[in-house]
């Protein structure tokens, strides 16, 4: 089985100390944004289509672990060693609220209507912060048994999905009584938790695990063992048949979602990868690592056989994916200046491309 196809992903630096969490917009009619929380203080804004940095936001004073865009990618948040949660205007980067807490904040999340900010950390409590008052004091719901690390919403806002830094399990809280109603149990703590796109499914990692939970049910779907401690889990969102996973290994590797195989493993960082995201529309991913970098992988054709080419892999994108993945295409090949194309089979991707746009 042919995978040897070196992947040259688009290289984002700008972060001067390791990055620790990724967050993708929804698509809106600008396009899609990659926010990314880093140790420097600094979260990023990004095009989460070409990587190309939009924005510093500049105001923390100690390190950010997590960061996070509205529904419309008008506004953006962020937790921070500092004691505060902040909240951004995303188009100017200036701040408009700072929330201050009294340990380090290591997890912030808008609602889906964006007009709530969730915020966790240290102190073991999780606030509610009503944007259209910020003034007034947040909501509490029932303490987290532990040190909270991940936060995330679901059922329209009406759950909240948390685990925590010192022991295992995800928590769920029934945001109108708000108590906690569900517990996912793990063996170790939980580092990424993701809600896939459709509600569908819950995504953790946790130690060298990946599981996929029923998001209605709580049922455990799917459990995969790593070949290596993990820190970051995320499902293809458009077709869910594949996911990601990054760890100490300082790889990224693809899985099949249905057997657990892996597809592809992509080498490039210098450190152990944090956090990895899909884009909104599948059609990428993103990773973050110790190394301070953000890479962004092109997921490539949706069938799993890449061994004939350039030209061949175009044309997949093209019937499988529609115009989506000829965008990407043409925007890798852009960007990469055809490195890895050359002569007949870079026409033939050419011609492919040109049929695709029209």
């Not at 996973?245 to 657990?260: L, Q, R, S």
């Not at 884009?279 to 962004?296: M, N, Q």
Request: proline share 4%.
């Amino acid at each position: 089985m042919d995978k040897k196809k070196v992947a040259v992903p688009l290289v984002c630096h700008g972060h001067s100390r390791p990055v620790v969490d990724l967050f993708y917009s929804p698509t809106t009619p600008d396009g899609f944004f990659l926010i990314s929380a880093s140790k420097d203080s600094s979260p990023m804004l990004r095009n989460g289509e070409t990587g190309d940095w939009i924005g510093t936001f500049e105001g923390h004073k100690g390190a950010v672990w997590s960061s996070c865009l509205d529904t419309n990618a008008l506004r953006a948040a962020s937790a921070s060693a500092d004691f505060t949660a902040k909240v951004w205007d995303a188009l100017s980067g200036d701040e408009l609220h700072s929330f201050e807490h009294k340990h380090i904040v290591r997890a912030c999340a808008f609602s889906e209507d964006t007009h709530l900010l969730l915020t966790g950390g240290l102190e073991k409590i999780l606030r509610i912060y009503d944007l259209n008052r910020p003034d007034a004091p947040p909501r509490e719901v029932d303490k987290s048994p532990g040190s909270v690390r991940t936060l995330a919403w679901l059922h329209s806002d009406q759950t909240i999905l948390g685990s925590c830094t010192d022991m295992g399990g995800v928590r769920l809280w029934d945001v109108r009584s708000g108590k906690i109603v569900q517990t996912l149990e793990t063996k170790s703590s939980v580092t990424s938790a993701e809600v896939s796109q459709d509600g569908r499914y819950i995504t953790t990692a946790d130690g060298s695990t990946v599981k996929f939970w029923d998001a209605n049910h709580f049922g455990l779907v799917k459990s995969y063992n790593m070949s290596c401690t993990v820190e970051s889990a995320s499902l293809e969102p458009k077709y869910g048949n594949k996911f990601i996973a990054g760890g100490e290994d300082m790889w990224v590797h693809v899985y099949d979602f249905h057997t657990g195989e892996e597809i592809a493993c992509n080498k490039g960082h210098h450190g152990p990868v944090h956090c990895v995201r899909f884009s909104p529309g599948g059609e990428s991913y993103a990773s973050g690592s110790e190394d301070g970098t953000i890479r962004i992988w092109q997921t490539g054709p949706l069938t799993n056989d890449e061994s004939d080419g350039g030209a061949t892999a175009a044309a997949a994108n093209g019937t499988v994916a529609g115009k989506v993945k000829v965008s990407a295409a043409e925007e890798v090949s852009k960007k990469i200046e055809g490195f890895h194309i050359s002569g007949d089979e870079g026409k033939a991707k050419e011609k492919d491309e040109a049929a695709g746009k029209e």
